[in-house]
């Protein structure tokens, strides 16, 4: 009796065990799948992260040679922030393409750059390789532009913000003031009167705001700072930073005293124009030498009598000529259209206003262009 009384004592003290220890023994496992289900989770998150995190970059790419182009960047810097990449027409596809390859850049905006028939084949390819990169673009321009062109790029979602009646600046303003500050509407006063402007439906409300003296002076202060530093990239990148940082342009030291440095060569240029000018039946032409060519062109269209003004100045680093040209008010053709097809004709590009327009055209090719510019402005 005593031994089956030990063997059954035996077994209700084995049996307990037996479950306690199958109890302990699932939680163990379900812990340990958790841990592995968290973990592939995590990975998986960061490895998200990481692709999502490759392209950060904001980049403006605009036109640095006016007003337009500079204030231009520094609206969308103030906006969106990011860095600004300022060109002339010949560097612009070179800058498009180094865009193109950069594996960090999320979005693009290529301000105050027009298109030539030239330059537009490539163009578009540049912006198909970006979107296939999954990069935002956004295009925002005032220059004369082939419809089929505005369609292509709608069609690989480029954004396209384009208007011939307002400048490149006031455009900026317009699509984005949501997001900037009230000096703004100042920098978009200033282009708009630099590229002759200041007139247009919107342009001329942002003018009414201030006092139209002031914003004169400053507006041709800002484009002769701009016009002298041509050969210093840093300068007018810093010209963009203090626009964006809503600096009137007499806040931005020595502004003022180099600009009447630029006044005194222009006085210059004056008498340079009277002595070298050529004229045909139709425009005055000249060669310049020691200045822009923008800089020279309305003293050589005053001075030649004529309705239409030439001014080119060699780009010895290129082999070509960078030509400006300007119509006055009697102008009945659009410059702009004729400039881009006989620039394309010639091996060069250009295009731009009705009025005011610019063209690169290679060195051999130059006095054809102002022979057959002069035809067919008759």
Known sequence: ?????????????????KKTATKKATPKKKTAAKKTVAKTISKNVA???????????????????????????????????????LVDYPGQMEALNQAASDEKLK??????????KKTQ????????????????????????????VVKALQKIKVKVIHDINECTTVQVYNAYKSKLDDHAS??????????????????????????RQFALISATVLTYNIVGHQKEPD?????????????FPHEI????????????????????VKKGLKTMK???????????????????????????GVAYKERVDHGIYAVSVRGSKNCKVHLGKIVNLLATDLGGSGGGHDKACGAVIPKPKIKKFITELNKKIA
Not at 188 to 211: F, H, N, V, W
Not at 235 to 247: D, G, I, M, R
Request: glycine letters at 6%; aromatic letters at 8%.
């Open 1 to 17: 009796m005593i031994f089956l009384n030990i063997l059954v004592a035996s077994k209700i003290k084995t049996t307990p065990k």
């Open 47 to 85: 490895i998200k992260k990481t692709a999502a995190s490759q392209r950060t970059k904001v980049i403006c790419i605009s036109h640095k040679e006016d007003a337009d182009g500079i204030s231009s960047a520094a609206l969308i810097r103030q906006a969106f922030g990011g860095d600004a990449i």
């Open 107 to 116: 979005s693009l905006f290529i301000c105050d750059l027009g298109l030539s």
């Open 121 to 148: 084949d490539e163009f578009i390819d540049i912006m198909k390789t970006l979107r296939k990169n999954k990069v935002s673009v956004t295009y925002i321009d005032h220059h004369d532009i082939d419809p089929d």
């Open 186 to 211: 100042f920098v978009a006063t200033c282009a708009a009167i630099t590229d002759y402007m200041e007139d247009r439906p919107i342009g001329s409300k942002l003018l009414q705001i201030y006092d």
């Open 235 to 247: 300068y007018l990148l810093y010209l963009v930073e203090e626009l964006a940082e809503s600096k």
């Open 253 to 272: 030291p020595n502004t003022f005293e180099f600009a009447q440095i630029q006044v005194e060569k222009l006085s210059q240029m004056i008498a340079k």
């Open 282 to 308: 139709n425009l005055g032409y000249m060669e310049i030498l020691d200045a822009g060519a923008s800089g020279a062109v309305n003293f050589v269209m005053g001075l030649s009598g004529k309705d239409v």
